[in-house]
């Protein structure tokens, strides 16, 4: 695992959807940190930048959590773009889409210069600053895949056809309403890609769903038990 170099951490993080959903922060910020910096080899694959070669257990171990937090954070992830998969006989190579668009300039380099950048760093400070915080506002927005790319708003039926076709058992009306209602926006920020959101939307639905059903299950069995 990586262990020198940085990496660039945009302060509107702090807006993203998944913020505050500890868990899947958490990988999110752990695969940043451990991705590979640069293209490599590795059992006869090419491991891209931004590309690590892990598994569920491994990942789960390195980052404190179970294997099934883990399992449903990296859903959360693929659900809105941020990650992608790809799934190997006996490994799988997890990879941050995009991984170039906010961290060109962070590498390998930092652990030899760091020194010397700490010297230099006085008389840049202020403009270093002043570059970081545009960097800030303007570069950093959770990464999507190209393969995602639709327009802002949809029709109810588009919705509607879009969960049918991905068999999504969440309500697709009570969707649309919501983002009509929200003027089609998420975080405060316009929907670029409503069908990403529509996958996060049914994620959450989706646990609610088991939630609730578990609830019910408990009280059926608590009903049996008392009445026998």
Partial sequence: MLENGYVKI???????????????????LHLLLTVSIEDSKWHG???????????????????????????TAISHLEATGEVARTKYPKYTVFAINNYDTFQSGA?????????????????????????????????FSPPSSSSLSCTAAATEEEVKAYAAEIGAGCD??????????????????????????????????KQKRESDRQSENAEAYASFIYNE
């Fill in 10 to 28: 945009y302060r509107s993080l702090l807006k993203w959807e998944w913020y505050d959903d500890v868990n899947t922060k958490v990988v999110f």
């Fill in 172 to 205: 697709a009306s009570a969707f649309y309403r919501t983002m009509q209602e929200q003027g089609w926006q998420s975080g405060g920020k316009p929907v670029q890609n409503w069908k990403a959101v529509f996958r996060a939307w049914e994620v959450k639905d």
């Fill in 107 to 139: 590498g390998k380099t930092a652990g030899k210069g760091q020194g010397k950048g700490r010297v230099r760093a006085g008389k840049g400070q202020q403009y270093k600053k002043i570059k970081e915080d545009k960097e800030d506002k303007e570069s």
């Fill in 45 to 71: 694959i090419t491991v891209k930048r931004g590309s690590r070669v892990s598994s569920y257990p491994v990942l789960a171990k390195e980052t404190g959590l179970s294997v099934k937090q883990l399992r």
